[in-house]
């Protein structure tokens, strides 16, 4: 079956750091574009950064130069660095993976960003 599967959530100070990842199974990974999207409470899920297979990127405006997408494939994993965290960041974060019409998701990982 497949699965993606987040960790590194947690809590973190504004200013702070976390990684995190996104391991996938049961995909050829290396042919999906992976993605991280994030869910804020009373707020609609929205793009955080997404990674193509031929090595594209695109940033949500809210997270270009704090956030960067990564993946290595030989690990089936994408990562999410994310530096300079904001209250405004706190959210659940969930890894995609898309290939055409098929499209899969995690069921997130938790980031709270407070002082």
């Known amino acids: 079956q497949v699965q993606l599967v987040e960790s590194g959530g947690g809590s973190v100070q504004p200013g702070g750091s976390l990684r995190l990842s996104c391991v996938a199974s049961?995909?050829?990974?290396?042919?999906?574009?992976m993605g991280w999207y994030r869910q804020a409470p009373g707020k609609e899920r929205e793009l955080v950064a997404v990674l193509t297979s031929d090595s594209r990127t695109n940033y949500g405006d809210s997270v270009k130069g704090r956030f960067t997408i990564s993946r290595d494939n030989a690990k089936n994993t994408v990562y999410l660095q994310m530096n300079s965290l904001k209250p405004e960041d706190t959210a659940v974060y969930y890894c995609?993976?898309?290939?055409?019409?098929?499209?899969?998701w995690g069921r997130g990982t938790r980031v709270t960003v407070s002082s």
């Open positions: 995609n993976a898309l290939l055409l019409k098929r499209e899969y």
């Open positions: 049961g995909i050829i990974f290396n042919f999906y574009d």
